[in-house]
């Protein structure tokens, strides 16, 4: 099966049914992977046991980024190429995106708490993440707001793009402006400045979370895919009962 | 595993993130379990998509 036949949405659908149950397996076992590293993992000599935090901080945040590049690439592929599953992917991906940011400023904001004496601070690195949670907020409410699914993919696409504008402004904020957050330790030029011993852990982590992204996305695809037949047949049912 | 003084900070932040996940998981699993029940009550009712109605006229 080539790329160009899962643009077939029942093609696409047969593919998601073989693919998700080892993608869940996959999941799993990164997990039990990942959380054994982070058990093991040593404290930080400045942080202390702290630093547990940072194994789901980290990768919820990577993934809120992420979701959101994902989305804005589908966009294109809606405005431009106009592909059928560009807009699932995008919808599918909003909520998804959602939680993964959510996740990344409660754990901030817990570990925060104990290391810098507050839960919260309005800098530059936190009110962006902040303002990306919100556009996901504002694009989901975009896809409830109008009926119609092409109508709405365009709307959402375009809004999309334009708040992928924030995605550098996250990433660069703590080389712009003076934050309270820590500079970038794992993306960097001139490698990561993290312990091999915390590395590790961290890296598992965010290839299980990376996973668990991907089998909650092709899920909710896939679901995207149905609930727009069940609207379609609907029409049909109701068109019929008209006796058109 | 000793987590130290600031340990209700580290399993509060675990917490969350399991709920999160867990939401998720939950919101994937019955909505699609919702979408298959509405499926198949509308081909129950005999209602099918064109292109399926092509395919089983089609020889």
Not at chain 1, 169 to 192: C, E, M, Y
Not at chain 2, 15 to 30: H, Q, R
């Amino acid at each position: 099966m080539t790329l160009v036949d899962l643009a077939n949405p029942s093609r696409f659908l047969a593919f998601t049914d073989r693919v998700l149950t080892w993608l869940a397996a996959a999941t799993l076992l990164a997990f039990a992977l990942g959380l054994s590293q982070v058990v093991a993992a040593p404290d930080d000599y400045q942080q202390g046991a702290t630093v547990k935090i940072m194994f789901i901080h980290v990768p919820a945040a990577w993934l809120g980024i992420f979701a959101w590049a994902l989305m804005s690439i589908a966009a294109l592929g809606t405005l431009v190429w106009r592909h059928p599953l560009a807009d699932v992917a995008a919808k599918a991906a909003a909520p998804i995106g959602a939680a993964f940011t959510l996740m990344c400023l409660i754990t901030g904001a817990l570990w925060g708490r104990p290391m810098w004496g507050t839960y919260w601070v309005w800098d530059a690195r936190l009110t962006s993440v902040l303002v990306l949670f919100l556009m996901y907020l504002g694009v989901i409410a975009l896809w409830r707001t109008i009926d119609d699914p092409t109508r709405a993919a365009r709307a959402t696409a375009v809004l999309t793009l334009v708040g992928a504008i924030n995605l550098p402004i996250i990433k660069f904020s703590v080389d712009w402006w003076n934050t309270l957050h820590q500079p970038a330790s794992v993306l960097r030029l001139g490698g990561p400045t993290i312990h091999p011993t915390i590395l590790a852990p961290l890296v598992t982590m965010a290839i299980a979370f990376t996973l668990l992204f991907l089998t909650l996305h092709l899920g909710a695809m896939r679901n995207e895919i149905l609930r727009r037949r069940v609207r379609t047949m609907r029409m049909l049912q109701a068109s019929a009962a008209a006796g058109h | 595993m000793n987590l130290g003084p600031h340990a209700a900070f580290i399993v509060a932040a675990y917490a969350a993130a399991i709920v999160i996940v867990a939401g998720l998981i939950v919101w994937v699993v019955l909505d699609r379990r919702q979408l298959t029940r509405a499926l198949d009550d509308l081909e129950a009712r005999g209602v099918t998509r064109r292109s399926e109605r092509a395919g089983e006229e089609s020889p």
